[in-house]
């Protein structure tokens, strides 16, 4: 069936698409993380903690790059007082998640 061949698919070409197409996906990881106001822009209207949900997360690079820009934006008393963020990536292959372990 057609989520099985992709799943195959994925899980031999993992190393190919990090290395291919890597470079054409980070141009866009800017914008898509606006338009999901991350980090948001008015911490004090919203609830925690904030959730980033990274379907077919692939080789990680939105998680990572939103690990950094966390970095950025976060206070170390922020971090202290609650646990703010809860970032998740999701995929069906276990070769991506590994590459996405490793990146972040």
Not at 15 to 30: E, H, K, M, S, V
Not at 34 to 49: H, I, L, Q, T, V
Not at 52 to 69: E, K, M, R, Y
Request: aromatic letters at 12%; glycine letters at 6%.
């Amino acid at each position: 069936d057609f989520f099985q061949m992709e799943k195959r698919n994925w899980s031999t070409g993992f190393n190919d698409y990090d290395l291919g197409f890597g470079p054409l996906t980070r141009q866009a990881i800017p914008t898509l993380l606006a338009k999901a106001d991350f980090p948001p822009s008015n911490k004090s209207d919203r609830g925690y903690p904030y959730t980033l949900l990274d379907v077919a997360t692939g080789p990680g690079f939105v998680l990572s790059s939103a690990i950094a820009d966390l970095a950025l934006t976060s206070s170390p008393e922020d971090c202290e007082s609650h646990p703010m963020y809860q970032l998740t990536g999701l995929d069906i292959t276990e070769n991506f998640l590994t590459m996405a372990k490793q990146r972040i």
